[in-house]
């Protein structure tokens, strides 16, 4: 990985956490939490529980998350975390629009084999509203397995999810884009922060929690450019 220097510009690609924060509606998505333990005033020192499931804010999902065999979030290397991005601008895409094969052709292994593949939708500004969730744009089977062709080492977006949101677990097509991504020992980046003018390319850092023989982890994701 190209390391940063004093000259290096960095961009904060996380949502904040808070007790405030949006997270997936439904029941098995828990709100996070911040209990008070120690106060300077009880025990001369602070301390916080923090509740927060492990598909909170901006976070990665291992192929365990969908996938019976899939590897857990502290199985995964360590290298797929950090390095080169490449960052592809989707924010000509409309809200609950699909992103197709054709929309993707500029995309070429050369340029993406071993890299983190980032989807800038300029939908991060919809975090903590319903439509972030149900209006979202999605890929289509054939554009996923495209984007498998490419061979990303992970593939991240600032959308709640690469599916429809009609494609749930009521329906009868439950998460297929995760299941074709995860199948393939992909892991997802999801809900990231991404600024509308992020450069082409850029480093990435984003490492999870070693969480054993979890289905992932939130991550404080950060992306830097070398001048």
């Known amino acids: 990985m190209n390391s940063f220097k004093e000259s290096s510009i960095f961009f904060d690609l996380s949502h904040e956490v808070s007790a405030e924060m949006s997270t997936f ?4 998505h828990k709100k996070v939490e911040f209990e008070k333990l120690g106060t300077l005033e009880s025990v001369g020192r602070r301390t916080t529980h923090v509740h927060i499931g492990t598909h909170s804010g901006t976070h990665i999902d291992a192929p365990s998350h969908f996938i019976s065999d899939g590897l857990t979030i502290d199985n995964l ?3 797929i975390f950090l390095g080169a991005a490449v960052v ?6 409309k809200p609950c629009q699909e992103v197709s ?3 993707l052709l500029s995309l070429k292994f050369s340029d993406i ?3 983190i593949l980032i989807f800038n939708f300029g939908w991060a500004s919809n975090f903590g509203n319903q439509d972030y969730y149900s209006m979202q744009p999605y890929f289509s089977n054939k554009a996923c397995e495209y984007i498998l062709s490419l061979k990303p ?3 991240g977006y600032d959308l709640a999810m690469p599916d429809n949101p009609l494609n749930n677990q009521a ?3 439950d998460s297929p ?3 074709l991504f995860l199948g393939k020992g992909i892991p997802l980046l999801e809900n990231l922060k991404l600024p509308i003018n992020l450069p082409n390319e850029i480093y990435m850092s984003c490492t999870p929690l070693k969480l054993k023989d979890l289905d992932g982890s939130p991550v404080r994701c950060v992306g830097w450019i070398n001048r």
């Open 25 to 28: 509606p439904v029941a098995w």
């Open 77 to 79: 290397s360590l290298d």
């Open 88 to 93: 592809y601008n989707l924010q000509r895409i």
């Open 101 to 103: 094969t054709n929309q």
């Open 113 to 115: 084999e071993n890299k």
């Open 153 to 155: 080492k992970m593939i």
């Open 171 to 173: 329906s009868d097509c």
């Open 177 to 179: 884009a995760h299941k």
